[in-house]
T-cell receptor
Framework: GAVVSQHPSRVICKSGTSVKIECRSL??????MFWYRQFPKQSLMLMAT?????????EQGVEKDKFLINHASLTLSTLTVTSAHPEDSSFYIC??????????????FGEGSRLTVL | QQQVKQSPQSLIVQKGGISIINCAYE??????FPWYQQFPGKGPALLIA?????SEKKEGRFTISFNKSAKQFSLHIMDSQPGDSATYFC????????????FGQGTTLQVKP
């Protein structure tokens, strides 16, 4: 199946610093990618929809200035957590939809990035 | 209207038994209903998915049953194995819209040997 790669898989940072997480679709083009956040033993909560070449659409309650999303190419979206604080510690997961088969609805997920803010 | 409600929260099944997880939705615009399996520390992996034009889909030991009028769908895992122990999420999306998936709350399945 289609592969979505996330990097880094784990990152530890100090409070106040910024962290960038990359999401790449390896064998398909994705005009749309989605970023999710998952706390321990909880479900995946959609943070934003990332659209190639345009601004991301954020879900209600998600601070767009804190979670910067850039989708500069058809295979890469990045999530930057700015001025991270301990409460931002979470598992961040991206997903991508193959532009050629978008009508089928399938989303392919990355392996996730575990962020720990000290 | 965007919610997808999933039950039970946790489930314990004996090896060889049938695991059943249920989901319900409100938004009639949803037209794609996948199930994902997630192991600790990993991203979710697509198990099986269904569209509202069919009432059942089977792939190996996994079956989705879909009831459009009741706006409910369920996952059945036949001959459950210890390796099936994981968290399962149902989800729904409207493919004609953004296609964003809305997830259920998740079910932690434990299959005892």
């Amino acid at each position: 199946g289609a592969v979505v790669s996330q990097h880094p898989s784990r990152v530890i940072c100090k409070s106040g610093t910024s962290v960038k997480i990359e999401c790449r679709s390896l064998d398909f083009q994705a005009t749309t990618m989605f970023w999710y956040r998952q706390f321990p033993k909880q479900s995946l909560m959609l943070m934003a929809t990332s659209n190639e070449g345009s601004k991301a659409t954020y879900e209600q309650g998600v601070e767009k200035d804190k979670f910067l999303i850039n989708h500069a190419s058809l295979t890469l979206s990045t999530l930057t957590v700015t001025s991270a604080h301990p409460e931002d510690s979470s598992f961040y997961i991206c997903s991508a939809r193959d532009s050629k088969t978008r009508i089928r609805g399938e989303l392919f997920f990355g392996e996730g990035s575990r962020l720990t803010v000290l | 209207q965007q919610q997808v409600k999933q039950s039970p929260q946790s489930l314990i099944v004996q090896k060889g038994g049938i695991s059943i997880i249920n989901c319900a939705y409100e938004n009639t615009a949803f037209d794609y209903f996948p199930w994902y399996q997630q192991f600790p520390g990993k991203g979710p992996a697509l198990l099986i998915a269904i569209r509202p034009d069919v009432s059942e889909k089977k792939e190996g030991r996994f079956t989705i049953s879909f009831n459009k009028s009741a706006k409910q769908f369920s996952l059945h895992i036949m001959d459950s194995q210890p390796g099936d122990s994981a968290t399962y999420f149902c989800a729904a999306s409207s493919t004609s819209n953004t296609g964003k998936l809305i997830f259920g709350q998740g079910t932690t399945l434990q299959v005892k040997p």
